[in-house]
């Protein structure tokens, strides 16, 4: 099977269904920066992370594409269907988060990104992941997106937070306050 079609040369790009759309569309632009976002987490999963970290980034991933291909279909004509995340999985990442967060220490101060290379990569994670959802939330004003979807996508960015907190404890990194007073 080729992997290239050549019905993108003009700008458009297909979706499940049939429609074409310019590869410019709100549409495209929300599943391409979730895909993006599957990139990096890819990327921070190379940073030896643990084992249960590992697992929970690896079924974001497949949860990302699964929410890829609601994007990625037509609403009104396509006809396939489609896999679903369940509603389970933000409880999930919650959980997930409420077990990162026993062990952390309590925010005093908002933390500047960095610290070690894995923290890094978890902050990219987290601010992709917020434009993704706005970009999502901007095409639910306009077509159907369902909502829980969103919910998930709201907190996967939480959950970005919370695990570089936790990956600045495991690798001994320093979080750094940000201070808004310092002058340079």
């Known amino acids: 099977m080729k992997i290239y079609t050549k019905k993108g040369d003009d700008g458009s790009t297909g979706l499940l269904g049939g429609t074409r759309l310019p590869k410019h569309h709100l ?19 190379d940073h030896g992370l643990d084992e249960v970290q590992t697992k929970q980034l690896l079924q974001i ?7 890829g291909s609601h994007l990625a279909a037509d609403p009104e004509k396509n006809k396939m269907e489609l896999p679903d995340i369940r509603e389970e999985r933000t409880k999930e990442l919650e959980d997930a ?9 309590p925010m005093k101060f908002f933390v500047l990104p960095g610290g070690h290379p894995a923290v890094s990569a ?16 901007a ?10 979807l969103l919910s998930y996508l709201n907190r996967l960015s939480d959950y970005f937070f919370i695990l570089a907190r936790k990956l600045t404890l495991d690798f001994g990194a320093e979080e750094i306050p940000w201070n808004p007073n310092s002058r340079q």
């Open 27 to 45: 549409r495209i632009e929300s599943y391409g920066t979730l895909d993006e976002l599957n990139s990096f987490i890819g990327a921070l999963r």
């Open 61 to 67: 991933q497949e949860d990302l594409f699964t929410l």
């Open 97 to 105: 988060m409420d077990t990162m967060d026993k062990v952390l220490p």
């Open 122 to 137: 978890c902050h990219v994670c987290r601010c992709v992941c917020r434009r993704a959802e706005r970009l999502c939330v």
């Open 139 to 148: 095409l639910a004003e306009h077509s159907e997106v369902p909502a829980h």
